[in-house]
């Protein structure tokens, strides 16, 4: 966040600063579902809907998962939501008692250790290693288990890491027998082999997913969630309680957007399989170790501690000299810190420029380019 | 919730049911804010915002303050929700710790308690009378502070009773020292006098309002709230972690109704305020006493104890029996046992065929006009 004001700060005086930290495709919402949209307010679909959500719209996300992972869901079972966060923090709130553990991964999207704080649970971080490819390590779940653990949470692909959990790490967690919270916001966006929905594994799970990545609409507030069967009702109340429902015609274009806009969003995936490579390229240029490449979602999570091993100080130079704009990996836990995030939501021609005008900060920093030995330090 | 239910599975029979239940608008949203989001789905304004909101909204919304009440509220301190509910929950979490007691009115709109307890908080009923004009009485406020008291709440005018408060009831609840949360949402649907907002008399409170009565915007989930200098972080972090940024063609929408749609909300006052009056005299004209009339909101909430002290009892008989269906008052807490809450947002017509089939079914149950007896039983 400070990033991007400081950011904004260097382009308000005529910059043009290239855009490696922004976590929102740029691409536009396609026009079919726009059209959806547009379509529902001129018909004047304006008024509350069921607290739950439509349920034209939770059958269709139900087939999409039969489609998808070839798992059948109850369409009863899917909540929709204003979008994919308040569907994480319903999903935390009608689990947890108060001082309940959850255990997450670090590095993690910076929300989640506040969403459980604010829904009355504890956040208890596991690292994740980029040795081990940024997958969990069961053993490290194990140890950090405890009598209050009442889930885990899950992120594939994730952010920052870009990493695609593999199955067999899904089913080892699962068979912990603890609640999944799985937050699946950035499935669909995989350029190499497959994702997996954690009800591939286990019933005893949320998944939480959304409109907002796979189909370009951030802000137009859609997600939802599949809950448990006994959770349907704690979770209706609690949505009625907060939000009383989605918008209406919001949850009309979702309809479009997984009936009519396949074709829009396998396109806007090759676009961003384009440039993934193109990033992964230019930072290899630049001397960064990619061990495994990321897999998913738009982000590249690399080791800079050659560098600078405090990645902010090291993201704040980079963007004062270069202006190149990253996330300093501290900004997701501990186990981030020494790592920057490469967001790949921008062109080809500003991925281009942004890694030419690194590769000159290196130089003019006289920062020797990286190696093994700095990957070690 | 069960009485809407229920009257859906009547109609679904092929029966005209007469909705006095139902506390959202019927009429249309304005064409002039539905035009503003198509235009601004069109041009692509579909990203996140700013957490608090876009620039030009919270300036129109401080903007609006200065011209409804005289008073001046810098922007900065505006901050915009997906609904008022999201914007009372925030006012909570950001206000509480565990334990924190709020004082809220019996009867009371049926959410407040659950946002107050899943905030952390605990709410403290403090009991209003028919025989006071449903206003607070600050002896009973001032009976139930104790030192766990964080803040009061009022909501003027009121869901259930419809009723204005005083200003020098609000003078003297601000007073008292304590944070006031003041829930206005139905500010501008006042028929007699004129509603005050709580900043007219402190500036220890969060004002609480939104688009989705007096513009019928329900559906598009859009509210704000004013809040105390020092709680603009920390709501804005809130925000963050929950709900990310509100929806930005939904806020271009709130933008049209302030500056475009002033003329459209005060044709739809003068709608609700014919329907007001109708609805008035039809009650009366079945026996009910209205002691002061309702000023505000679309609600006349009547005692019926002289039919039947259980109000869920009443309105499901004269649902079943009559197809009127209305809302028991103790789903507004044990303060409304006994009364029925007629909601004037239905059609002149069908408040005048309400009327009619409830004259009947008075006759045909062999109830009597109701009298001052009864009233006082």
């Keep these: 966040m400070d990033v991007l004001e400081r950011a904004k700060e260097i382009e ?74 308040p569907a994480l923090f319903l999903s935390m709130l009608s689990l947890l008692e108060r001082g309940d553990e959850v255990i997450i991964t670090d590095p993690h999207y910076s929300c989640y250790p506040q969403i459980i704080q604010i829904a009355g649970g504890v956040a208890k971080r596991v690292r994740i290693y980029e040795e081990e490819g940024f997958q969990i390590n069961i ?23 870009g990493v695609v959990l593999e199955p067999n790490v899904m089913k080892e967690i699962s068979e912990l027998g603890f609640c999944i919270i799985s937050d699946e916001i950035y499935h669909g966006l995989v350029y190499e082999g497959k994702e997996h929905t954690i009800y591939e594994f286990t019933d005893k799970a949320f998944s939480v997913n959304g409109f907002s990545k796979l189909y370009s609409m951030t802000g137009w507030r859609l997600g939802y969630f599949v809950v448990p069967d006994d959770f349907i009702r704690p979770v209706q109340k609690l949505q009625q309680n907060l939000f009383i429902s989605p918008n209406p015609f919001v949850q009309r274009a979702g309809i479009a957007a997984i009936k009519k806009a396949k074709r ?3 396109e806007m995936v090759k676009i961003f399989s384009e440039r993934r490579k193109k990033m992964i390229k230019g930072l290899r240029s630049l001397g960064f170790k990619i061990r495994s490449e990321p897999k998913g979602a738009f982000y590249v999570f690399v080791n800079a501690k050659g560098l600078n091993d405090r990645s902010k100080d090291l993201a704040f130079d980079m963007l004062e000299k270069s202006h190149v704009a990253v996330t300093p990996g501290i900004d997701f836990g501990y186990g981030g810190e020494g790592y920057l995030r490469f967001s790949y939501t921008t062109s080809i021609d500003d991925i281009e420029e942004g890694i030419k005008r690194l590769s000159e900060y290196m130089k003019k920093g006289n920062i020797q380019p990286l190696n093994d030995t700095y990957q070690n330090k």
Tied chains: 1, 2.
Excluded: Q, W
């Design 139 to 161: 053993d490290n779940i194990k140890k950090t288990v405890s009598k209050k653990t009442k889930a885990i949470m899950i992120n594939t692909p994730s952010n920052p890491t």
């Design 12 to 85: 308000a005086l005529g910059n043009k600063v290239i855009h490696f930290e922004i976590g929102e495709p740029d691409l536009p919402t396609p026009k079919i579902i726009c059209d959806e949209a547009i379509e529902a307010i001129r018909l004047g679909d304006t008024k509350y809907t069921s607290s739950l959500g439509i349920p034209e719209l939770r059958e269709a996300i139900a087939e999409d998962y039969r489609e998808k992972y070839g798992i059948s869901i109850p369409p009863d079972r899917v909540v929709i939501t204003s979008g994919s966060s």
């Design 264 to 266: 829009e969003a396998n």
